[in-house]
Every structure is written in C-alpha cells, then in structure tokens.
C-alpha cells in the first residue's frame, strides 16, 4: 500500500544527502583539496601528460614554500589569460640570486643539483634576486616550458597549493616528493 507520508519523508531525506554531499565536496574542493589533469609536457619526466593530481590547498597556511615543492598556481595575466592553471618546480626562493647558464642552474652562485630534469637547460637566464613574496618556478622539461625563466618571479599570490599526490594512471600513484 502507497503511503504518501513515507514516501515524502524518503524524498526529503534523500535531497538532505544530496545537498548534504554537494556542499560539503564544494567546500573541500575550495579550501582543503582539489583534483587536476596535467595538459602539457612541461614538468616531464615527473609527469606525464594527462597525470592526474590530487592539490593540498591548506599546507602553505601552516608551512613556508619550499625549493623543489611542485606548485599549482595561476600564471601571470600577461602571460596567460585563459584561466587555465599551471604546475611547476620551486627552484628560487625570495632572496635568493638565481642564474642558469651552461646547461645549469645556480642559487647564490652554488650549482643546484636537479635529479628530477628532464635535459639541461638549453639558455641562459640571469643573475636575479627573487623579490620578496615571490618565487623563481621552472618545468622539469626545461627546454619546453614556458617558466620563470620565460615570463620572470611568481608572485606567491598565484599559488593555489602543493601537489600532494598523483592518483591517476594507477601504476604511477604516489608522492611526487623529490626530497632536494
């Protein structure tokens, strides 16, 4: 027998978790975390096209950017407008002098050591001094990417957050930690 009263009661308890569930995945995806697929080979070999990254957005409320972190940040609006947002490599914090010349590159005159490069860089760039509230970002595929070295400091502003982890193709799930 249809009981109207049953029904509706379900009806509503059904749209609480519905709204319930909309809220609380809006609210993560806008403070504490949020997905992104790489579409560009800029940061190969650490990732590869169409990797797919889970973003800690809260960590750099708590803890300082650190050299080597793998960013997500909006570009400069003079370099990109599409509202597309970037991944790239912390190699220069404020502060500090950076300079890449024959095929490598220098923070306060001491030669970085990159495992995670795909080639030497092909250019010259420098020396600068990091402003304050800013950062010197490369890709790891340094011939190929359109970086700091390209469109000059990122302001710490543009930063979304750190890649935490890469959860997609499932053979390469992980920690993109590179420990430098």
């Known amino acids: 027998m249809f009981d109207r009263n049953k029904t ?3 009806i509503f308890d059904v749209l609480q978790v ?3 569930s909309f809220v609380f995945y809006w609210g993560i995806r806008a403070t504490v975390a949020d997905a992104r697929v790489v579409p560009t080979p800029s940061m190969l070999p650490t990732i590869q096209l169409q990797d797919r990254l889970i973003v800690d957005k809260i960590s750099y409320d708590f803890a300082a950017v650190k050299r080597g972190d793998v960013v997500v940040f909006r570009p400069p609006s003079n370099v990109d407008q599409s509202g597309t947002d970037w991944v ?10 950076v300079e890449i010349r024959d095929g490598k590159v220098f923070i306060n005159e001491k030669e970085l050591t990159e495992p995670y490069e795909l080639e030497k860089p092909a250019y010259t760039y ?3 001094v990091v402003p304050e509230g800013s950062y010197f970002v490369l890709g790891d595929n340094r011939n190929n990417s359109k970086d700091s070295h390209y469109w000059g400091e990122l302001s710490n502003q543009n930063i979304i957050g750190k890649v935490f982890i ?8 992980g920690s993109l930690d590179i420990g430098i």
């Open 126 to 128: 420098g020396p600068i």
């Open 18 to 20: 519905v709204v319930f």
């Open 8 to 10: 509706f009661k379900l």
């Open 88 to 97: 790239k490599r912390v190699i220069g914090l404020p502060g500090e002098k």
């Open 166 to 173: 890469r959860y997609w193709p499932l053979n390469r799930v």
